[in-house]
């Protein structure tokens, strides 16, 4: 516990000094303004840094780009690889893990230690890993790399140590799996085929064992070879030659049958009695053509061939097949079940498929109950007990990603109500027709922790749907969906014009979110310039949706010397594109000039019936000015005290009054300042020689342009200084400039052509932003329409240019959770492209000379001071913009209800104006003992209820206002400020600055929150570089600074955002949510919240198969494989073939995994020692055994001595 005391009066700090010597800005210069009398100012910080700790907690969401598929039959567990070497292991819900491979290869295939906690699996770079389950967080034992060999088939039969392991060369290796260390009994290829064969057979694609017999191996060729080795004489026992390539093999239970499927679609049975060629072969899709022949079919990729008790047909399970000239079919799953055939047809490509068995026996009959479809991007588990075949119900949140996810919000201890409120809306709406029987993937246990709280994560898609989730306890379950599209009348086909040219398939996208948790009021800015009010209400009602359209199109004029068109080269636009043609006048009649006060989209104007919800109320769209299309939205706050909606974008700022439907303010960033304009800004009239760029559609090989887009900072941007919506400006209209506004939803442009291609926004998954062949700029800059180079001249030359020392150039900005790329020429590498997005801004100081345009960055509502001689807070607007400057905006709200409804809101600027580096991001506030501040709100009430004269439905207002804890310290309160650079604190009213901490000078912060953490406050910032740190508050002390992600990308950045309770989250790829912790307790008591993936199960015993069939068709001979493949007997295996590499799932890996929980570590050492020690048990009576027998041996041939000579007669 620290105590730290400032001193109003006199205090100095280390910010620049102030450029414009405006003296509404001095405090922010670092010179505090004096107080009447000096006050001491005590606060007591608990947070220290043993308090933080970064940890991921939990990953939702669909595996990104799935590779392989595994399923335990007996623990019920299944498991799930994918490309980037990723494994997702699921049981019952809630028991959903992640792990990942250090060396980041796709998942080739893997297999389960039945009943066993353990797991292979097999990578692309060729090595075997063996993962223990047996604790909360799986942990890799031993790694065998191949160093001569690829990897391409494993097989590890049940209840065996030994894993069969084909290659490339088509070999055979045998891997002992306790120790992971290669056998000496290798089966080449030379000798698996016949020496008359003149061509090699291809890699191995199927190993198994005949279920008939142990010692019998079954390999499979990818040129159609099949050979059976019989694993005891070391030589084949058949060979079979068919002309199609192979690709998987299944038995028969009884092992006199198996079936393959080949590359021309065709299944092939065959019977071990003969081999010379296949008793059956089927073309299950292939239709007999009239000239006798079969139609062409697509390969079988894969097939399963299972029995059941019930019914003397088995089941033949497969995928492709269908025939080439169905174009445009889906991919499919096909069930042969006798004559009766279902074709399931899958919304996406199947990557691998497996059926579920009752027995993990595979001598008996098998009981095939459901089978698991894993898809491109889906999921999917059919019920094969009814003979409809439906589909189970997916408990997992395997859909996040249904829709391209745009934008994500996080909110920790809502109202407990709010999510079964939620949850009875929305089961309303659920999907109908899955099977009744409860979900077979059912393994592991879950129980929900002891400290839970309600949190709810909101993700806004590109389709313009919101979900609302509950993510209590480390869980993910839909709560509720929303569709923002329903508000809109459907574009008719060519109607949108050139309002969509970025967005033509999505003009709904959801750009961001506003909740109200309390009021349950919630708002949806869209990529189509436009803001959409909700209300909740648990009844359906017939309503009219209010639309409120505003101008917050700015004209541009350059600020150039007189001297600019003589000496100044005429740069193309600063993003990358080349000039174009001079556009035709807007007075002239294309298409684009005539759009003029028109928005984007048209609302629904006739009455609408609602369901029960999120209902729409109020609509705020921007609008096309003069054939200019609205700039993006780029920031929004909503207070439902005061009732009113705050927007921004790279324009200026509009205040609307959602109750009375009205615009209250709608200003450019200028007129905000008035008098108070801390720039000196230089004016002309518009040029008359305009130059067009086309925004997003065009790019340009221009190295002119490329060279100054190198030389900007990421976040630079055209600079345009004077904004004005003045209609006494010019007479002369200002040029139809297409805008370069970047929609904040951006997807995979890696197939960009060159100049003139049109880039759309597709509904497909292409959000992935790491493979965008160009550099990134600062989440928090949108470009804007910009002039001509420019220099400063005159006598106000130099101090126009900057505000300090270092000062960083300006640029305009978009909210943290929306980005933008810049699209240059193909020649810039991955490594730049890489570099650019932590580049350092301050390393372009000439785009400081020539760019400006002030962005109105964050908003937010709070009961504050307008003014330095204001006595009592009142309702006041916080305005950040791009220039990292902060207004203060008071304003005055009739308090009683009835003159709220009909009396104006005064809004009136007041010059009020405080200075940081970088663009600001977040507003906090916290009262004299160091507590935050939370906004007012309005107790939720439902409009649409029922009528009760008993009890009048009236607005209910919670106002935390500062004066509860002002008694101590007097009036004020302390206002936290985060840019991308610095974050400062303030004493209000006086507008001292007391703390002021830069947080990074070679990169710029993406993402800053106030948040509780451990019952007190800091700010958490997350950096371009990947870096997260947090500040103690309100002294900014560094407490925590962890180099977390160690390469950024757009997607991770949009999504990044923390909440309450150290926590936060990211969509770490465009089909998963990643939650992690910052909180060291959290860390602590992970092991607490997550699944255990093992639980102690006996293994089910073998069906007694009863004399005579064992006798004349089982197991003739039992089959020891430690005998056959052993050290002592088939020697050590070559060791430059593979290199054996020890893991960390030993018992300091688990100490590792498990965070330092010493139960857990307890527990893990304690059921290592059990199964050791019945290992050792077993060993001590397997050793008795072999003496007894001795011993029986020796009295036996003692006995045969002695009574050898003697006759029959004596005895």
Not at 88 to 100: A, E, F, K, N, T
Not at 649 to 661: I, T
Not at 1050 to 1061: D, E, L, V, Y
Not at 1201 to 1206: A, E, I, P, S, V
């Amino acid at each position: 516990m620290k105590k730290f005391r400032k001193v109003l009066d006199g205090l100095t700090t280390s910010s620049p000094v102030n450029p414009g010597g405006s003296p509404g800005c001095g405090s922010a210069a670092g010179t505090p303004s004096a107080a009447p009398t000096p006050r001491e100012l005590e606060i007591q910080e608990t947070l220290m840094s043993e308090h933080f700790q970064i940890c991921k907690t939990v990953r939702h969401g669909f595996p990104y780009q799935p590779t392989a598929l595994a399923f335990d039959p007996v623990q019920k567990i299944l498991a799930i690889g994918s490309r980037s070497g990723g494994i997702r292991i699921l049981g019952r819900p809630g028991v959903d893990c992640h792990s990942q491979h250090e060396s980041g290869a796709a998942v080739l295939q893997m297999q389960f230690l039945i009943n066993e906690g353990a797991l292979v699996t097999a990578c692309a770079d060729d090595t075997l890993h063996l993962w223990s389950l047996r604790q909360r967080l799986p942990a890799i034992l031993h790694s065998l790399k191949f160093n001569r060999e690829r990897i391409t088939f494993c097989h590890l039969p049940f209840q065996s140590k030994w894993l069969y392991v084909g290659t490339e060369r088509g070999n055979t290796h045998i891997v002992n799996i306790e120790s992971f260390i290669l056998s000496g009994y290798v089966i080449m290829w030379n000798k698996a085929i016949e020496l008359s064969t003149k061509t090699h057979p291809g890699p191995v694609v199927h190993l198994s064992d005949s279920p008939k017999d142990e010692g019998k191996l079954l390999i499979g060729f990818e040129s159609g070879t099949i050979v059976m080795w019989d694993l005891r004489a070391k030589r084949a026992d058949f060979r079979i030659y068919y002309d199609e390539a192979i690709h998987s093999v299944s038995w028969h239970h009884e092992g006199r049958q198996f079936m393959c499927s080949h590359s021309d679609g065709s299944l092939s049975m065959w019977n071990m009695r003969n081999t010379a060629k296949p008793f059956q072969v089927t073309f299950p899709h292939g239709k007999t053509q009239r000239d006798g022949r079969k139609e062409s079919c697509k390969p079988i990729l894969k097939v399963e061939y299972k029995t059941s008790r019930n019914s003397s047909e088995a089941f033949v399970i497969f995928s492709g097949g269908l025939s080439y000239d169905k174009a445009g079919r889906r991919p499919t799953l096909t069930i042969m079940h006798g004559k009766a055939i279902t074709v399931l047809e899958m919304d996406y490509p199947i990557v691998d498929f497996m059926v579920l068995c009752e027995t993990p026996y595979l001598n008996e009959v098998q009981e095939p109950y459901a089978v698991v479809v894993l898809l491109e991007k889906d999921f999917v588990v059919v019920d094969l007990t009814q003979s409809n075949f439906p589909i189970f119900e997916n408990p997992y949140p395997m859909d996040v990603h249904e829709s391209p996810v745009t934008c994500t919000a996080y909110f920790a201890d809502c109202p407990p109500d709010i999510i079964p409120v939620l949850y009875s809306i929305g089961a309303k709406h659920k999907k109908t027709g899955y099977s009744h029987k409860e979900w077979p993937v059912s393994g592991g246990t879950w129980t929900v922790g002891s400290q839970t709280y309600p949190e709810i994560i909101i993700t806004g898609h590109a389709d313009g749907s919101i979900k609302f989730w509950d993510a209590t306890a480390i869980t993910l379950q839909m709560l509720y969906k929303l569709k923002t599209s329903k508000v809109f009348e459907k574009p008719k086909t060519g109607d949108m014009g050139r309002s969509a040219d970025l967005v033509e398939e999505d003009p709904y996208a959801v750009q961001m979110i506003s909740w109200c948790p309390q009021s349950r009021i919630f708002c949806v800015v869209g990529i189509s310039a436009h803001v959409i009010l909700y209300r909740f209400s648990k009844h359906d009602a017939n309503t009219i949706i209010t639309s409120l359209e505003l101008r917050l199109q700015c004209e541009m004029e350059d600020v150039i010397s007189p001297s600019d068109t003589e000496n100044t080269p005429c740069f193309s636009d600063p993003s990358g594109h080349s000039p174009q043609p001079q556009p035709p006048s807007p007075r002239s009649n294309t298409p684009d000039s005539v759009r003029d006060s028109i928005p984007c989209l048209k609302v629904k104007d006739r009455m609408i019936r609602m369901p029960p919800g999120y209902q729409a109320e109020l609509v705020v769209q921007l609008l096309w000015v003069d054939g200019e299309p609205p700039q993006q939205i780029t920031c929004l706050d909503l207070n439902s005290a005061y009732g009113l909606l705050a927007l921004g974008n790279c324009n200026g700022l509009a205040v609307v009054d959602y109750l009375q439907k009205t615009i209250l303010l709608c200003m450019s960033t200028l007129e905000l300042y008035g008098s108070a304009d801390p720039f000196q800004r230089l004016t002309r009239s518009p040029r008359k020689n305009r130059q067009s760029t086309s925004g997003l559609t065009e790019l340009s090989d221009n190295q002119v342009s490329l060279d100054l887009e190198r030389s900007k900072s990421p976040t630079s941007a055209p600079y345009t200084p004077s904004l004005h919506n003045d209609p006494r400006g010019t007479g002369e209209p200002v040029s139809n400039l297409r805008s370069c506004h970047y929609s904040p939803v951006f997807y995979l442009l890696d197939n960009v052509k060159g100049p003139g291609r049109k880039l759309s926004l597709p509904t497909d998954l292409k959000t992935d932003l790491d493979h965008v062949n160009g550099h990134c700029t600062s989440p928090t800059s949108q470009p804007c329409p910009s002039g001509r180079a420019r220099v400063p001249g005159g006598p106000e030359g130099p101090r126009l240019a900057r505000r300090g020392p270092g000062r960083p150039p300006f640029r305009k900005a978009q909210s943290a959770a929306c980005m933008e790329v810049s699209l240059p020429v193909s020649s810039l590498t991955e490594e730049s492209r890489e570099n650019s997005f932590s580049r350092s801004r301050s390393s372009s100081v000439s785009s400081i000379d020539r760019e400006t345009k002030e962005a109105v960055t964050t908003l937010q509502f709070a009961e504050s001071y307008g003014r330095k001689s204001d006595s009592l807070p009142t309702p006041c607007l916080w305005v950040g913009t791009s220039l990292g400057l902060v207004l203060i905006i008071p304003m005055s709200i009739p308090t009683d209800e009835q003159e709220r409804q009909e009396d104006p809101v005064t809004v009136a600027p007041t010059g009020t104006v405080l200075m940081l580096k970088g663009s600001v991001l977040r507003f906090g506030f916290l009262d004299c003992g160091g507590a935050l501040i939370n906004s007012p709100y309005e107790v939720w009430r439902d409009q649409h209820a029922p009528d009760d004269p008993d009890r009048p439905r009236k607005r209910k207002l919670v106002n935390f206002s500062p004066s509860s804890s002002q008694e101590a310290c007097g009036d004020g309160h302390l206002a936290v400020v985060c840019s991308e650079r610095q974050a400062k604190v303030f004493y209000m009213p006086s507008q001292a600055c007391l703390y002021v901490h830069n947080i990074t000078e070679s990169s710029f912060v993406l993402r800053a929150d106030v948040v509780s953490v451990s019952n007190s406050v800091c700010l958490a910032c997350f950096c371009a570089n990947g870096h997260i740190m947090i500040l103690s508050l309100p002294s900014l002390r560094p407490l925590l600074d962890v180099s977390y992600l160690p390469l950024t990308d757009m997607r991770i950045a949009r999504t990044f955002c923390f909440t309450n309770g150290g926590q936060a989250l990211y969509l770490c790829s465009p089909t998963e949510i990643q939650r992690i912790t910052y909180s060291q307790e959290m860390c602590v008591n992970l092991q607490e919240t997550l699944g255990e993936l093992f639980t102690p199960i006996e293994t089910p015993e073998a069906q007694n198969r009863g004399f005579l069939k064992g006798f004349f068709g089982g197991n003739a001979q039992t089959f020891d494989r430690e005998e056959l493949f052993g050290e002592a007997s088939a020697g050590k295996a070559s060791r430059s073939l593979a290199q054996h590499i020890p893991g960390q799932g030993g018992i300091e890996g688990m100490k590792a995994a498990a965070g330092g929980v010493v139960g857990d570590l307890a527990r893990a050492r304690i059921a290592l020692d059990e199964r050791g020690q019945r290992l050792g048990e077993l060993e001590e009576r397997t050793a008795l055994m072999m003496t007894s027998a001795e011993t029986f041996s020796k009295h036996a041939h003692e006995l045969m001595l002695k009574c050898k000579d003697k006759k029959w007669y004596q005895f």
